[in-house]
């Protein structure tokens, strides 16, 4: 699951990551393009009780939509917030603020929120499935900020590189890291904070700029799968990578070819098919595309159909059933359902700059949160694709196409 900040300008964002890197003591790589967009933020997520929650960083805060009710709540968090994380129990919600170097965790039970301090550009957040810690990848400080969540505690595990995505294993005991610059791989033991670096063969990681972990019951439960933005191949074409490995030991379990530049990795929830939306336009590759990939039952992966979406292509979802996902795309307001029966993809007209898609637990609607200031959302209805755009989540204005 990998981020973007669509209200800061790149040139402000790389200057900032420049500085901050410098005084870290490493060099600073030649930046072809803003790190930020590297990949999906959690802006919007589905939670129990049909609870919506979106971000808003233009007012500061989390919005939490009760869809069968029609109520919106507002939360205060730190400034500008640019991902969250809501706990399997919907008890807890933790957001940071990569414009400030903040973190925000809110007790949804009591309304009780605290901000703290975290180093530079916190770029990903992540709740273990047993509500207890967050974990928050500092990519300009080099560091995995762990985070008891009743107590505020803080301790902090030293990642060189870049760490850009950061995972959590179901049993909630270790956390699979991604360095963007180090081209490694981490996995974390969350009591001990003992690190396993995976790097070099057989992995040959270049550039992992997303990561997501198996589910539970499913053949992808003991395996995390690392998304590769650059890798040239023996003839010096460009060929990015999924590469899957066992979260218990690090060994390499194999690898896929995909489309250039994949991130916004999303799993069906039989753990038997993997999304992956592939950013890069470069020559050979023409249009940006979307991968869908098979996971057998030993987690060999094979790639099924590479679907064409629209520009500047953000974040994915696979709904319920395993026959159908989303992808927004941010680029030129559109959202595209792919059918994964008939190997299909269809676009669809939403509001303006969608920026985070999510779905109801029976697939019947997806969800689009855009990146505007009221807050809209575009609602799609998956059977017949017609579209209704709540215009403001603040002011509860209306439109319907």
């Given at each position: 699951?990998?981020?973007?900040?669509?209200?800061?300008?790149?040139?402000?964002?790389?200057a900032?990551?420049?500085?901050?890197?410098?005084?870290?003591?490493?060099?600073?790589?030649?930046?072809?393009?803003?790190?930020?967009?590297?990949?999906?933020?959690?802006t919007?997520?589905?939670?129990?009780?049909?609870?919506?929650?979106?971000?808003?960083?233009?007012?500061?805060?989390?919005?939490?939509?009760?869809?069968?009710?029609?109520?919106?709540?507002?939360?205060?968090?730190?400034?500008?917030p640019?991902?969250?994380?809501?706990?399997?129990?919907?008890?807890?919600?933790?957001?940071?603020?990569?414009?400030?170097?903040?973190?925000?965790?809110?007790?949804?039970?009591?309304?009780?929120?605290?901000?703290?301090?975290?180093?530079?550009?916190?770029?990903?957040?992540?709740?273990?499935?047993?509500?207890?810690?967050?974990?928050?990848?500092?990519?300009?400080?080099?560091?995995?900020?762990?985070?008891?969540?009743?107590?505020?505690?803080?301790?902090?595990?030293?990642?060189?590189?870049?760490?850009?995505?950061?995972?959590?294993?179901?049993?909630?005991?270790?956390?699979?890291?991604?360095?963007?610059w180090?081209?490694?791989?981490?996995?974390?033991?969350?009591?001990?904070?003992?690190?396993?670096?995976?790097?070099?063969?057989?992995?040959?990681?270049?550039?992992?700029?997303?990561?997501?972990?198996?589910?539970?019951?499913?053949?992808?439960?003991?395996?995390?799968?690392?998304?590769?933005?650059?890798h040239i191949?023996?003839?010096?074409?460009?060929?990015?990578?999924?590469?899957?490995?066992?979260?218990?030991?690090?060994?390499?379990?194999?690898?896929?070819?995909?489309?250039?530049?994949?991130?916004?990795?999303?799993?069906?929830?039989?753990?038997?098919?993997?999304?992956?939306?592939?950013?890069?336009?470069?020559?050979?590759?023409?249009?940006?595309?979307?991968?869908?990939?098979?996971?057998?039952?030993?987690?060999?992966?094979?790639?099924?159909?590479?679907?064409?979406?629209?520009?500047?292509?953000?974040?994915?979802?696979?709904?319920?059933?395993?026959?159908?996902?989303?992808?927004?795309?941010?680029?030129?307001?559109?959202?595209?359902?792919?059918?994964?029966?008939?190997?299909r993809?269809?676009?669809?007209?939403?509001?303006?700059?969608?920026?985070?898609?999510?779905?109801?637990?029976r697939?019947?609607?997806?969800?689009?949160?855009?990146?505007?200031?009221?807050?809209?959302?575009?609602?799609?209805?998956?059977?017949?694709?017609?579209?209704?755009?709540?215009?403001?989540?603040?002011?509860?204005?209306?439109?319907?196409?």
């Amino acid at each position: 699951m990998m981020r973007r900040l669509p209200f800061l300008t790149s040139a402000v964002l790389l200057a900032t990551v420049a500085l901050l890197a410098a005084g870290c003591g490493y060099d600073v790589p030649d930046y072809s393009y803003s790190p930020r967009d590297i990949g999906q933020a959690d802006t919007i997520v589905y939670g129990p009780h049909d609870l919506l929650y979106v971000l808003n960083p233009y007012h500061d805060a989390v919005m939490r939509w009760d869809v069968e009710k029609d109520q919106v709540k507002l939360f205060d968090v730190c400034q500008r917030p640019s991902d969250m994380a809501l706990s399997p129990d919907a008890r807890m919600l933790a957001v940071v603020c990569t414009h400030e170097n903040k973190f925000t965790r809110i007790d949804l039970s009591t309304g009780d929120a605290r901000t703290i301090d975290t180093n530079p550009l916190p770029w990903a957040v992540e709740i273990d499935p047993q509500g207890r810690r967050a974990v928050v990848a500092e990519y300009a400080g080099d560091s995995l900020l762990l985070i008891e969540l009743e107590t505020m505690t803080r301790r902090r595990v030293f990642i060189p590189g870049g760490p850009v995505e950061a995972a959590i294993t179901p049993d909630g005991a270790s956390a699979v890291v991604a360095a963007y610059w180090d081209n490694a791989v981490s996995i974390v033991d969350l009591e001990t904070r003992e690190v396993t670096r995976l790097a070099d063969e057989p992995y040959q990681f270049s550039r992992p700029q997303d990561v997501l972990i198996g589910l539970p019951g499913t053949p992808s439960e003991n395996l995390a799968f690392v998304a590769n933005a650059d890798h040239i191949d023996d003839e010096g074409r460009l060929a990015s990578r999924i590469v899957a490995i066992d979260v218990r030991d690090g060994a390499y379990v194999g690898e896929v070819r995909v489309g250039p530049g994949p991130k916004a990795l999303a799993l069906s929830d039989d753990g038997s098919l993997l999304i992956t939306v592939n950013t890069e336009v470069v020559e050979g590759y023409p249009a940006r595309t979307a991968s869908l990939v098979a996971i057998d039952e030993a987690g060999a992966m094979s790639e099924v159909q590479r679907f064409v979406v629209r520009r500047d292509a953000l974040a994915a979802v696979a709904l319920p059933g395993g026959q159908n996902a989303a992808v927004a795309n941010f680029g030129d307001d559109s959202l595209s359902l792919l059918d994964l029966d008939e190997l299909r993809s269809y676009a669809t007209e939403v509001s303006v700059r969608p920026f985070g898609v999510a779905c109801d637990p029976r697939g019947r609607y997806v969800y689009v949160a855009h990146d505007h200031p009221l807050g809209s959302l575009s609602i799609v209805r998956v059977s017949d694709r017609k579209v209704k755009i709540i215009d403001s989540l603040i002011h509860r204005d209306y439109l319907e196409d």
